[in-house]
Structures are given as structure tokens and as C-alpha cells.
């Protein structure tokens, strides 16, 4: 596959409504208050916390038409670093004991400060990513920055519908590629 038609054709007949939306939220009047850049770059960021290798190579390799190297490397970025963090502040969140908020992380994360694009740049994949990941204190302290540095909420709401698409498109694609898989069932 290489193309988002090719993509929508190997969703099944229950996920019309995702081969619709990807098509739409991947397009720049389908994700108002982002550049063409920003699209491609958390469409790859959201593939990439997907968890499906195969649909993350073919939305990165559709969007290396639209991002730059340093792009590309920031979307696998936000990815990998809020894998690990969102999994960190959510248990911070959850536990409901404020002593473990204000003991240090410990945990190295260099890239959120020198991530190699522009700081509301990778703060959007992150919030992107946090939003798959289901971290919510992840997703407020993004949203607050992305903002903060002058973005407005219909922006956020066009990256987290991104993320949203894709990393469903992902999941369904995931799962029909294992069900294809499968032994079919011996009929008794």
C-alpha cells in the first residue's frame, strides 16, 4: 500500500466510517489550525504509538512527501518518550498519594527540551500521543504548553482527531491482518 485510498481499501466493511475520517483528518481542510507539517507529523507520531509496525512504515512513508528528517525523527521521538511517560504520570496521577508527585522522576527525557523541530511542534505530538496513551495529567500539561505558545483549541482538536483516526485505523488493520492469519475454525 501506498497511498490512503490503498490504506481505506484494507479496512473492512465495519470501519467505512474510519476509511472516511482518515482521509478527511489528513488534509488541511480536514484539520483546521494545523500546517501540513503538523498533520503528517502527528499522523506519523499517532502511527507510531500504535503499536503496528506495518501501518506505521506506510503513513511514514505517505508522509515523507510532507516532513523533513528532523520531523520524522520527532514524531518516533514523542512517541518513545511518552510511552514511557504517560505510563510514569498516569500511575503518579492514579495512585492518589500526592507524596509520589513530588518525588523526582529519575527518568531521562532530554528530547522534550531539545526535541529538534519547534517546541510547540513536538509538545503537539506529545499531547497526541498522551491522548492515545490515555494519560490525562500528560494531556492537560501539553495542552497547556501548546497554548500557551499560541495555538488555539480548534488546532488541539484537529490533532487529537488525527490521533484518534489513525491510531484506530491502525488497531482495526492490526486486527483484520491477525484474524487473516488465524486457522479457520474446524466446522464439527
Known amino acids: 500500500m501506498n497511498t490512503l485510498d490503498a490504506i481505506g481499501d484494507a479496512l473492512p466493511q465495519y470501519a467505512r466510517d474510519l476509511k472516511l475520517n482518515l482521509s478527511s ?4 481542510p480536514g484539520a483546521p ?9 502527528v499522523a506519523l507520531a499517532a502511527a507510531a504509538a500504535s503499536r503496528n509496525p506495518a501501518f506505521t512504515a506506510e503513513i511514514e512513508a505517505l508522509a515523507a512527501a510532507h516532513l523533513d528528517a528532523p520531523h520524522r525523527q520527532a514524531a ?11 505510563v510514569y504520570y498516569r ?24 526535541p529538534g ?9 506529545s499531547l497526541a500521543v498522551s491522548a492515545i ?15 500557551g505558545q499560541g495555538m488555539g483549541r480548534e488546532a488541539v482538536q484537529s490533532a487529537v ?3 484518534a483516526t489513525v491510531h484506530a485505523v491502525a488497531r482495526v488493520l492490526e486486527a483484520t ?6 486457522p479457520a475454525a474446524e466446522a464439527a
Not at 177 to 182: G, K, Q
Request: hydrophobic share 50%; with cysteine.
Open 33 to 41: 489550525g494545523l500546517t501540513d507539517r503538523q498533520i503528517w507529523a
Open 117 to 125: 523541530i519547534a517546541k510547540v511542534d513536538f509538545e503537539l505530538l
Open 133 to 147: 496513551n490515555g494519560c490525562g495529567s500528560c494531556i492537560a500539561a501539553h495542552e497547556r504548553q501548546v497554548r
Open 177 to 182: 491482518r491477525f484474524a487473516d492469519t488465524e
Open 76 to 86: 518516533h521521538a514523542a512517541a518513545a518518550i511518552m510511552g514511557m511517560n504517560n
Open 91 to 114: 500511575f503518579v496521577h492514579l495512585v492518589g498519594d500526592a507524596e509520589y508527585a513530588s518525588l523526582p522522576a529519575r527518568l531521562r527525557m532530554n528530547v522534550i527540551g531539545n
Open 161 to 163: 482527531r488525527i490521533a
Open 25 to 28: 483528518v489528513l488534509s488541511a
